[in-house]
């Protein structure tokens, strides 16, 4: 081979390595990571990350697009109901990735199974979620204990985070039904020490709506566990109806990421109801769903920028 044809050879090998490698930079700038860092950085920050449940495809695309507007990280919680509506973890995590791809967004994007049971747990590690959460709160503490160490170093190998609950949260959610307990301490060490990522402790929290006669989080039991769980950023479940003033106050105490599911519902039902009791649906192509939608996927978004200011984590992508 003359040293001409020597040399196009050469430069095309590093042109190709070139492209291979920007291709390969460019797939990482938008791909899924774990929650740890961004819960680090909350806690240690003094703001929370806020975990949006999805449901679909425009619940996706308006807290992706919120989230990235705000320059905000932001978890996706998906329950075994959820995900079981969107035909599997499979199409999730596939839907997730794309979006991300499709509509560039390079904010940190964990995401995560809410309340997964051990098999729903192994499920989502398979399907490419990076984060999840094995809820054995309702099962006896040295049985959590027993799966909980298993899924840490699962969870380890693979780079996921993980979060456990103790003290299970009041209220239902997608048929897991809690008690509304407050987590013992002494159990709270021992499920962190472990090697979770985060921990969910019951302090006297309720999925939906808070009844009128709901006596608050109890502040007593956060600190108790605070000082048992050190540096671990803890979780906070039922974030929908908190007062603010809970909020901040929990925050201080070391949550570092909060939990938002029937709020963006409620938003989602008024907008949409609204639309349909003015009529619109009826004018023009009104029927259309990408326009019957709309109105619901905006007042998605205003919740999630309400309460991301609210939480805290504006800007801190
Ligand atoms: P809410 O539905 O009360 O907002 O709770 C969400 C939640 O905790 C998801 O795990």
Request: charge should be negative.
């Amino acid at each position: 081979m003359g040293f001409l044809d020597k040399l196009k050879t050469d430069l095309k090998a590093a042109k190709d390595e070139l492209v291979e490698g920007a291709n390969e930079l460019g797939g990482n700038k938008y791909k899924l990571v774990s929650a740890k860092e961004m819960l680090e950085k909350a806690r240690d920050g003094k703001y929370a990350v806020g975990q949006f449940n999805i449901n679909n495809l425009e619940w996706t695309k308006s807290i992706l697009s919120t989230a990235q507007e705000l320059n905000a990280p932001v978890i996706l919680g998906v329950s075994e109901g959820a995900g079981k509506y969107m035909t599997g973890f499979k199409t999730v995590a596939a839907m997730v990735q794309a979006m991300m791809e499709e509509m560039k967004i390079t904010v940190p994007v964990a995401l995560h199974l809410d309340h997964g049971t051990y098999e729903g747990c192994k499920k989502c590690i398979d399907a490419g979620f990076s984060s999840i959460m094995f809820d054995g709160s309702h099962l006896p503490i040295e049985e959590n204990i027993e799966k909980t160490t298993e899924l840490v170093a699962t969870c380890k190998s693979y780079g996921l985070s993980l979060e456990a609950e103790v003290g299970a949260i009041g209220g239902e959610e997608d048929g897991v039904i809690g008690k509304g307990e407050c987590a013992d301490p002494e159990e709270c060490k021992k499920i962190a020490d472990l090697g979770v990522t985060m921990l969910a402790a019951g302090i006297g929290n309720i999925h939906g709506k808070y009844p009128a006669d709901w006596p608050g989080l109890s502040f007593e039991t956060l600190e108790a566990v605070k000082e048992k769980v050190g540096d671990m950023p803890l979780v906070l479940h039922g974030g929908t109806g908190i007062p603010t003033d809970m909020i901040k106050k929990a925050i201080s105490l070391g949550v570092a990421k909060i939990n938002v599911n029937t709020e963006c519902q409620l938003a989602f039902q008024a907008a949409t109801r609204k639309y349909i009791e003015e009529g619109k649906d009826l004018v023009g192509k009104g029927f259309d769903p990408r326009k019957l939608l709309a109105p619901g996927a905006e007042a998605i978004k205003a919740t999630v920028k309400e309460k991301m200011e609210i939480f805290g984590c504006i800007g801190k992508a």
